[in-house]
């Protein structure tokens, strides 16, 4: 069974900066996109940050230039360096493997910008 991990949410304040991380098991890791979503309460899942097998990467307009996408494919492993950060960041981030009709989900982590 494939699992997902995140971890490194928290509460920050505005401006300050979070680094999230998903490990991942079972998992080809680098044959497979990964991504990460958020969702804040009452709003619908977005689409935050992507990066391809080969390291492509690409962003939502509302994070370009604050947030970076990476992968460490010796670790299994997808970072989200989030800089900058606002309330309207305040969300539960989902970490999320894709390879065809394959899609995996972990269990997401609680990021809070507040003062």
């Known amino acids: 069974q494939v699992h997902l991990v995140e971890s490194g949410g928290g509460l920050v304040q505005p401006g300050g900066s979070l680094r999230l991380s998903c490990a991942s098991s079972?998992?080809?890791?680098?044959?497979?996109?990964m991504r990460w979503y958020r969702q804040a309460p009452g709003k619908e899942r977005e689409l935050v940050a992507a990066?391809?097998?080969?390291?492509?990467?690409n962003y939502a307009d509302s994070v370009k230039g604050r947030f970076t996408i990476s992968r460490d494919n010796a670790k299994n492993t997808v970072y989200l360096q989030m800089d900058s950060l606002k309330p309207e960041d305040t969300a539960v981030y989902y970490c999320?493997?894709?390879?065809?009709?394959?899609?995996?989900w972990g269990q997401g982590t609680q990021v809070t910008v507040s003062s």
């Open positions: 999320n493997a894709v390879r065809r009709t394959a899609s995996y």
């Open positions: 079972r998992l080809t890791f680098n044959t497979y996109a």
């Open positions: 990066i391809s097998t080969t390291g492509a990467t």
